[in-house]
């Protein structure tokens, strides 16, 4: 089991940036590819970013790429993603999640655990 909880979300003008948080505990946080998701009111949860086991892989869903950042310290136990130049379109519930599979998955299928969300709303 791996618990997650998520934080740093609210709310921001357009162009502004958010840094979201996500802390890790139970199984060893190593040992799991980290993923962000996002869903809006009436939408499906789309892929963010996710970054693999060592941080060495990194992938982005093309709305976010040059924007949105991924990290993770092994160490402390957490995953980040560094939101800049935010636009009213990025306003969404945020989800982190794990899964002991695959490189960078992008999937929400692929993920076994979830986080409790955090909300991201951008003013314009």
């Known amino acids: 089991q791996v618990q997650l909880v998520e934080s740093g979300g609210g709310l921001v003008q357009t162009g502004g940036s958010l840094r979201l948080s996500c802390a890790a505990s139970g199984r060893t946080f190593s040992s799991y590819a980290m993923g962000w998701f996002r869903q809006a009111p009436g939408k499906e949860r789309e892929f963010v970013a996710a970054i693999s086991r060592s941080g060495d892989y990194t992938n982005y869903a093309d709305s976010v790429k040059g924007r949105f950042t991924i990290s993770r310290d092994n160490a402390k136990s957490t995953v980040n993603l560094q939101t800049n130049s935010l636009k009213p379109e990025d306003t969404a519930g945020y989800y982190c999640?794990?899964?002991?599979?695959?490189?960078?998955?992008?999937?929400?299928?692929?993920?076994?655990?979830w986080g409790q969300g955090t909300q991201v709303t951008v003013s314009s």
């Open positions: 999640a794990a899964t002991p599979r695959g490189i960078v998955p992008t999937k929400p299928y692929e993920y076994d655990y």
